[in-house]
């Protein structure tokens, strides 16, 4: 069984700032199945990053996604106050699907 | 547009049973994969189940045995029967859908709570 570990828990930034989420696989995975999530409060999770680095449906460019292997990175150059949010990491593999525990970004 | 609407959450006692309703739209079920995710207070997204459109079916070891996904394909709706319910079942449970090749979620609805207690 594969197990995704996330870091940090908590990233405390201010809006302008630069986030990167790291997400870590306990071996080595395709990256075609590797995705991105943001979630809010109250509402349903969002798609961000999908194949690692390919950007969802109407996802801005800040948000970009790289990696292989067992490290994957999620970057949102400049943040907004619209993306402080929890963000997972998640993975497909023999037939089953795992999240990482997440990443709050919260505001400085 | 694509729409999923989940429905059927409720208090429940341990030991009980409760079954989840999620009916899509703008898509057909049958020829998707979708998927039941689940967070319980305080904790991350923990994914539950998965059917294929083959039928298919997967399940997280933690409700392996107690939860059966199903789907209606002439109501275009999936179903999560939950038996045997724990206090630790408890959680807000998503519904989404499968998205092509990339295996990722890429529609969500905005979930049903489920309160296991007595």
């Known amino acids: 069984e594969i197990v995704l570990t996330q870091s940090p828990g908590t990233l405390s930034l201010s809006p302008g700032e630069r986030a990167t989420l790291s997400c870590r696989a306990s071996?080595?995975?395709?990256?075609?199945?590797l995705a991105w999530y943001q979630h809010k409060p109250g509402q349903a999770p969002r798609l961000l990053i999908y194949?690692?680095?390919s950007r969802a449906t109407g996802i801005p460019d800040r948000f970009s996604g790289s990696g292989s292997g067992t490290e994957f990175t999620l970057t949102i150059s400049r943040l907004e106050p619209e993306d402080f949010a929890v963000y997972y990491c998640q993975l497909y593999g023999s037939s089953l699907f795992t999240f990482g525990p997440g990443t709050k970004v919260d505001i400085k | 547009e694509v729409q999923l609407v989940e429905s059927g959450g409720g208090l429940i006692q341990p030991g009980g049973s409760l079954r989840l309703s999620c009916a899509a739209s703008g898509f057909i079920v049958s020829s998707s994969y979708m998927t039941w995710v689940r967070q319980a207070p305080g904790k991350g997204l923990e994914w539950v189940s998965v059917i294929y459109s083959g039928g298919y079916t997967f399940y997280a070891d933690s409700v392996k045995g107690r939860f059966t996904i199903s789907r209606d394909n002439s109501k275009n709706t999936v179903f999560l029967q939950m038996n045997s319910l724990r206090a630790d079942d408890s959680a807000v449970y998503y519904c989404?859908?499968?998205?092509?090749?990339?295996?990722?979620?890429?529609?969500w609805g905005l979930g049903t709570l489920v309160t296991v207690s007595s």
């Open positions: 989404a859908r499968v998205g092509g090749t990339s295996l990722a979620f890429d529609y």
């Open positions: 071996q080595s995975v395709s990256s075609s199945y």
């Open positions: 194949g690692a680095s």
